[in-house]
């Protein structure tokens, strides 16, 4: 009688191994993700708000806010060539008078919305070229390696 390679201890033992050795590796083969920490400055001062996203060759986005003293820190970075874009504009006031992200007068927002407070934004903003806001136009790059590193952003 002849026995089913299905059947037996032998299969199991060699899925397992598999299942080990992947894990291990990792199926993509180019390790973990990295996380990517810095400060933005705009002609050397450091911006006060904003957001920093970095456009893998793998089309991923990893989008950080710029804290008021220039810092981001963006996780999960896909490893490899990055093009970055900085953008500060959605900070800036609508031409309707309201800071963005808030509802008009006498609305309430939905539960659990998260709302800029009363003008806050607005004075973190700080106009920077237009060229910033897309990863396309910027000519900010940098090549991500997995685990922690540092990078500093100087806009000019």
Known sequence: MR???WSGPGWWLGALALFVVFGLVGCGGGGGKGTVSGKVTYKGTPLKGGRVAFLTSNKQNAVAE???DGSYTAINVA???AKISVSTSYL????????RN???KGQQAPEGYQMSSGGTDVKRYVKIPDQYESADTSGLTYDVKSGNQT???DLK
Do not use: A, M, T, W
Request: charged letters at 20%; proline letters at 26%; hydrophobic letters at 20%.
């Open 92 to 99: 800036k006031e609508n031409p309707l008078g309201r800071v």
């Open 79 to 81: 490893p490899g060539p």
């Open 3 to 5: 026995l089913s390679p």
């Open 66 to 68: 710029i804290g008021e």
């Open 151 to 153: 990078h500093d952003i």
């Open 102 to 104: 808030q509802p008009p």
